[in-house]
T-cell receptor, first 108, second 115 residues
Framework: KNEVEQSPQNLTAQEGEFITINCSYSVGISALHWLQQHPGGGIVSLFM???GKKKHGRLIATINIQEKHSSLHITASHPRDSAVYIC??????????FGTGTRLQVFP | EPEVTQTPSHQVTQMGQEVILRCVPI?????FYWYRQILGQKVEFLVSFYNNEISEKSEIFDDQFSVERPDGSNFTLKIRSTKLEDSAMYFCASSDFGTGLTGYTFGSGTRLTVV
């Protein structure tokens, strides 16, 4: 069983739709990261969370430590949001444990 | 905005050859990492490096792999005798965990193809 599970695996949306990507984890964590990976392969850090909620532009990330669950929301989605969104957790060691990612395609 | 720089962006090598992947982490970061992503799979941890030594390594990071910080700015991953299954995207990352908790910064990756 994967320590970090994401859903859905694939997601298509029309421009302007509200999008939610979910992440559940089974290990104790000190922080959870949401990352974005574009087709060229590069990884960009979007958020690092240890509690509550963070917002950056049209992106919102929330985490519920008790339920071991986090969500990434995109409001007013745009075709340029098309990418793979990855949840990764940091336990009590240095390393990140990655989920398998959610491939998002937003159509005009 | 500070960046983690990786070179080369793409390397093709013959099986059995040695390769060195190079990274320049963010200058005031203290923790350095290598991850890899085989095509179509999730990103996997290889090794973390702090205070000039390996702090953690995965099962993947066997005797064929080594890391070095030769000159205080570069951080390298060496694969001594490449195998076909080493073909992957290799990401370097750095962080300031313990000093600022601002998270990770990843490089843009080196795509290694072993033929």
């Amino acid at each position: 069983k994967n320590e970090v599970e994401q859903s859905p695996q694939n997601l298509t949306a029309q421009e302007g739709e509200f999008i939610t990507i979910n992440c559940s984890y089974s290990v104790g964590i000190s922080a959870l990261h949401w990352l974005q990976q574009h087709p060229g392969g590069g990884i960009v850090s979007l958020f690092m969370l240890s509690s509550g909620k963070k917002k950056h532009g049209r992106l919102i990330a929330t985490i519920n430590i008790q339920e071991k669950h986090s969500s990434l929301h995109i409001t007013a989605s745009h075709p340029r949001d098309s990418a793979v969104y990855i949840c990764a957790v940091k336990g009590n060691t240095d390393k990140l444990i990655f989920g398998t990612g959610t491939r998002l395609q937003v159509f005009p | 905005e500070p960046e983690v720089t990786q070179t080369p962006s793409h390397q093709v090598t013959q099986m059995g050859q040695e390769v060195i992947l190079r990274c320049v982490p963010i200058s005031n970061h203290l923790y350095f990492y290598w991850y890899r992503q085989i095509l179509g799979q999730k990103v996997e941890f290889l090794v973390s490096f702090y205070n000039n030594e390996i702090s953690e390594k995965s099962e993947i990071f066997d005797d064929q792999f080594s890391v070095e910080r030769p000159d205080g700015s570069n951080f390298t991953l060496k694969i001594r005798s490449t195998k076909l299954e080493d073909s992957a995207m290799y990401f370097c990352a750095s962080s300031d965990f313990g000093t600022g908790l601002t998270g990770y910064t990843f490089g843009s990756g080196t795509r290694l193809t072993v033929v």
